[in-house]
């Protein structure tokens, strides 16, 4: 079992910056790909990019390159996901999610046995 729990979601005016946290704990984590997704209202989840924890290697949906950064901290069990120039249309609940890492870079959901609760991200006009 992974246990994953998110933190670090809020209100922020169109242009800002968040950064989501999502502390993992369980299973070793270099076996696992860590993954952040989102699920506006309304709409599928989406997957926006993962990191495998073993060596950090990172991938991105192309929506989000350039704006989203995925970074991990070993010491604190943490994986990161860091939201630049936000805009309203990525107002969603965002989630991470663990799956095994030789799925990498694994962007379907059902990819993904373990999930965090969720975490509430609102971007103003």
């Known amino acids: 079992q992974v246990q994953l729990v998110e933190s670090g979601g809020g209100l922020v005016q169109a242009g800002g910056s968040l950064r989501l946290s999502c502390a993992a704990s369980g299973r070793t984590l270099s076996d696992y790909a860590m993954g952040w997704f989102r699920q506006a209202p309304g709409k599928e989840r989406e997957f926006i990019g993962t990191?495998?924890?073993?060596?950090?290697?990172?991938y991105y949906t192309d929506s989000v390159k350039g704006r989203f950064t995925i970074s991990r901290d070993n010491a604190k069990n943490t994986v990161y996901l860091q939201m630049n120039n936000l805009k309203p249309a990525d107002t969603a609940v965002y989630y991470c999610?663990?799956?095994?890492?030789?799925?990498?870079?694994?962007?379907?959901?059902?990819?993904?046995?373990?999930w965090g609760q969720g975490t509430q991200v609102t971007v103003s006009s």
């Open positions: 999610a663990a799956a095994l890492a030789i799925l990498f870079p694994a962007p379907e959901r059902n990819r993904y046995p373990y």
């Open positions: 990191l495998r924890w073993r060596d950090g290697t990172t």
